[in-house]
C-alpha cells in the first residue's frame, strides 16, 4: 500500500518501464537546489517561508505550514485540534493509511464511513447517520479526502459539522489546485480553508508537486497557525510576548545586578511551552517544493489532457467502469474549454486515473508484462490487519469493498507522452479484445 517512488522494480530490458506516477525534476529545480545547498543555510533558511507564503497564495489560504511530510502534517492537525483518547473521528476507508493513523497517534478511535460508490469520496449521508447515533457526542471531527484528485464538497461537510460541533480536517494530498464548485456556483480551492478548519498536503514524490518528503498544513484560524509552528518545532517558541518564565529566571541572575531593571528578555531565550516533535522542512525541500510550484498549473493541464485521452479511449469498452468525469462538478474537458489559469478547470486534480476493470489481476499482470505498472489504490483501511484487531471487518464498508476488487490506477503523470499513453491504450484495448 505504500506508495514507493517510481513503484516499478528495476527493469533490464530496452523498453522504458511505465509507472503509474513519477517526478518530474527540471534544470530550474536542481538551480533552485543548488542555490539552496550553497546558501548559509540547510535546514531553517529562508526558502521555507517563501515555500508556504507562495502555497499559501496558490491554494487561497491565510496561513501554511511546511512540515517534513503529510503524515507528520496529519499527526500535528491532531494535537493541534487536541484529538485525545477516547474521542472518535470519521474518515474514509479508501485513502493512504495516514489519514486515518493520525487519530490513533493521539489515542483517538478511528470510525470509518463508507465511500459514494460513483465518486470513491467520504458519503456525507454515510457520516449524517453515524453522527445520528452519536448520543454520547463522542465524535470530534471529520477527515475527509479528495480521493485520487476529487475535491470533496467541503461546504455540505462544514454545515453538517457545524451541526454536531466537529472539526474537518481536508487531506487534500492528491488535490492541490484542484476545486469544488459551491451552491452558489463559485469555486472553492482544495485547501482554501473556506471551508476545512486545518487541510494537509504532501510532497512525496508521486504527487503533483515533489520535494523529496515534504508536507504542508494550510489554514485561515490564526490560533490553530501559531500553535502548529511551536507543534512542529519541539513546543518551543521564541515570540517574547508569549513567554511564561519571568524575566529574571530568565536572565539567569537578580535583577539587583544591573543598574537599571532589563525589561526585555535576552536574545537566547525560548521557551517550551507544549509536547512538539521535530516535523520541521529542510531549506533545500523547499527550495525545490517552491520550483515545482511553480510549474504545478502546467502539470494539471497534462494530467486534463491525459484523463481526457484516457476516457476517450475506454469509453466503449465494457470491461472498463470509467468513473472520472462522473458527477455534475466533473465534465470533461472540451475542445473549446478555456485553459486554466491557476486551477484546474473541471476541478479534477486529476492525481490518480483510477478506473474499475474486470479482471483486474489479469489486466494488472498483463499491464506488468508489458512494463506498464498500475497500481491499486487503495486496499481499504479498516481490513488491514491493524484496524481488523480494532474490530473492523469484512462487510462493514460494502462500496469500499466492492469497489477494492476492481479498482486500478493507470499511469498518470505530466512528463507521460503521447506515445506512452498511445501504448497504454492499446495495451489495454488489446487485453480485453484478444
Ligand atoms: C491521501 C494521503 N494522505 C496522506 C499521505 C501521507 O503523506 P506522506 O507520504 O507525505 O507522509 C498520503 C501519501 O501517500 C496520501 O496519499
Request: glycine share 6%; hydrophobic share 35%.
Amino acid at each position: 500500500m505504500e506508495e514507493t517512488e517510481q513503484s516499478q522494480p528495476p527493469t533490464d530490458n530496452s523498453q522504458q518501464a511505465i509507472p503509474y506516477g513519477k517526478q518530474n525534476i527540471t534544470q530550474a529545480d536542481i538551480e533552485a537546489v543548488t542555490e539552496a545547498l550553497k546558501s548559509d543555510y540547510l535546514t531553517q533558511g529562508p526558502k521555507i517561508k517563501e515555500f508556504e507564503e507562495a502555497f499559501a497564495k496558490y491554494v487561497g489560504s491565510k496561513y501554511a505550514v511546511a512540515v517534513s511530510n503529510g503524515t507528520a502534517a496529519l499527526h500535528l492537525n491532531a494535537l493541534a485540534l487536541d484529538v485525545k483518547p477516547g474521542d472518535k473521528v470519521i474518515t474514509t476507508p479508501i485513502t493512504f493509511a495516514a489519514s486515518a493513523n493520525c487519530v490513533r497517534y493521539c489515542g483517538g478511535e478511528v470510525v470509518f464511513a463508507d465511500i459514494d460508490p460513483e465518486t470513491y469520496l467520504l458519503d456525507i449521508n454515510k457520516v449524517r447517520d453515524i453522527l445520528e447515533k452519536d448520543v454520547n457526542k463522542e465524535v470530534k471531527g471529520i477527515i475527509p479526502v479528495d480521493f485520487a484528485g476529487r475535491a470533496v464538497d467541503l461546504e455540505a461537510f462544514r454545515k453538517l459539522a457545524d451541526e454536531y460541533g466537529l472539526w474537518i480536517i481536508e487531506d487534500s494530498c492528491h488535490s492541490p489546485g484542484g476545486y469544488f464548485t459551491k451552491a452558489n456556483g463559485e469555486i472553492s480551492t482544495c485547501g482554501s480553508g473556506e471551508f476545512a478548519d486545518l487541510a494537509i498536503f504532501s510532497f512525496h514524490p508521486v504527487k503533483h508537486i515533489a520535494s523529496g518528503e515534504g508536507g504542508m498544513i494550510t489554514t485561515n484560524d490564526e490560533k490553530l497557525y501559531h500553535k502548529l509552528l511551536m507543534l512542529r518545532t519541539h513546543g518551543i517558541t521564541k515570540d517574547a510576548d508569549s513567554f511564561q518564565n519571568t524575566i529574571d529566571f530568565a536572565i539567569g541572575q537578580p535583577q539587583t545586578a544591573h543598574r537599571s531593571p532589563l525589561t526585555a528578555y535576552p536574545p537566547w531565550y525560548m521557551e517550551m511551552q507544549m509536547l512538539g516533535y521535530n516535523y520541521r522542512i529542510t531549506d533545500f525541500q523547499s527550495a525545490l517544493g517552491l520550483s515545482q510550484l511553480q510549474r504545478a498549473d502546467q502539470g494539471i493541464i497534462k494530467r486534463q489532457e491525459i484523463a481526457a485521452r484516457y476516457y476517450e479511449a475506454f469509453k466503449d469498452i465494457p470491461q472498463i467502469k470509467d468513473r472520472n468525469y462522473e458527477s455534475a462538478n466533473h465534465q470533461p474537458p472540451t475542445a473549446n474549454s478555456e485553459k486554466p489559469i491557476a486551477n484546474s478547470q473541471n476541478g479534477h486534480a486529476h492525481h490518480l486515473y483510477v478506473i474499475e476493470a474486470k479482471d483486474r489481476l489479469g489486466l494488472y499482470n498483463y499491464l506488468r508484462e508489458q512494463k506498464i505498472f498500475a497500481q491499486i489504490h487503495y486496499i481499504p483501511c479498516h481490513l488491514m490487519p491493524y484496524y481488523r484487531e480494532q474490530g473492523w471487518q469484512e462487510g462493514d464498508m460494502p462500496n469500499a469493498e466492492k469497489y477494492y476488487k476492481n479498482c486500478i490506477s493507470l499511469p498518470m503523470f505530466p512528463t507521460l507522452g503521447e506515445e506512452e499513453q498511445n501504448f497504454v491504450i492499446e495495451t489495454i484495448s488489446s487485453f480485453y479484445l484478444q
